[in-house]
């Protein structure tokens, strides 16, 4: 297979980083008709929004295992499948088990992402020499504010769940091509026996640095209160416009 030019495969890099961003932010401004689907009060989604926790967690002590042993590729292909089904299904449906499930596993998936395409950007920096990942994180920031814009513009234009279900469906195509273009670059399973660990691994000399982990849950919380609220807080209680 032939191998992509360097620039060229950071090209694709950015766009992944991009779309990455647009993607699980697009429903974030549209948080008060997710409620209102659910019919649910503000603690109670709250509760709610709060189990996707679960997930990240797994997939945070997890994925570095998976992608170790089976390679970027198929984790890249399976969480950009799960998040786009994910948000599809959190912004149509009417169910508050099936929201919370979902829920979960959008985080599982936003996590496995988000670690499998940062393995691929430290390995395109291993090889290049060159400092990339904060440049390759502006890009997920560039695309979490172009779809906050978009997002907030569709508001009393568009239904949510056509608007997600397009967008996401086309998204989906998108980075599975660029995954699949990017083949002959993106890091292979592990085939060398004496580098191989088990899962059981992960937590051999696993310790908890209370300070640090105290600082992460509570900024954790503060990230769920100014920013996945802020829709819900300006539409409900300020009363602005949900589109503004």
């Given at each position: 297979m032939k191998s992509l030019q360097t620039k060229v495969e950071l090209n694709y890099l950015k766009l992944l980083f991009f779309l990455f961003g647009f993607l699980i932010m697009s429903w974030v401004p549209r948080l008060p008709e997710v409620k209102a689907?659910?019919?649910?009060?503000?603690?109670?989604?709250?509760?709610?929004?709060?189990?996707?926790?679960?997930?990240?967690?797994?997939?945070?002590?997890?994925?570095?295992?998976?992608?170790?042993?089976?390679g970027v590729k198929l984790v890249m292909r399976i969480a950009a499948f799960a998040m786009a089904m994910t948000l599809i299904l959190l912004t149509s449906t009417h169910s508050t088990l099936i929201f919370l499930i979902g829920n979960?596993?959008?985080?599982?998936?936003?996590?496995?992402?988000?670690?499998?395409?940062?393995?691929?950007?430290?390995?395109?920096?291993d090889r290049t020499k060159s400092s990339v990942i904060t440049l390759l994180s502006g890009y997920w920031s560039s695309g979490a504010l172009t779809t906050a814009i978009v997002s907030g513009l569709l508001v009393n234009r568009i239904p949510l769940h056509i608007h997600i279900t397009i967008l996401s469906l086309v998204i989906l195509l998108i980075m599975l091509f660029a995954i699949s273009t990017m083949d002959s670059q993106l890091l292979k399973p592990n085939q060398d026996v004496e580098k191989d660990y088990k899962i059981t691994d992960i937590f051999k000399g696993f310790r908890?640095?209370?300070?640090?982990?105290?600082?992460?849950?509570c900024a954790g919380f503060l990230e769920f209160a100014v920013g996945?609220?802020?829709?819900?807080?300006?539409?409900?209680?300020?009363?602005?416009?949900?589109?503004?």
């Open positions: 689907n659910l019919g649910l009060s503000n603690g109670e989604f709250g509760s709610v929004i709060g189990t996707s926790a679960a997930g990240a967690v797994t997939a945070l002590l997890t994925v570095g295992h998976l992608v170790h042993n089976y979960i596993i959008l985080a599982g998936a936003i996590s496995s992402f988000h670690i499998s395409i940062n393995a691929q950007g430290f390995d395109y920096q908890i640095d209370g300070l640090v982990s105290g600082s992460l849950i996945d609220w802020a829709a819900i807080l300006v539409k409900e209680d300020v009363g602005i416009k949900s589109g503004l």
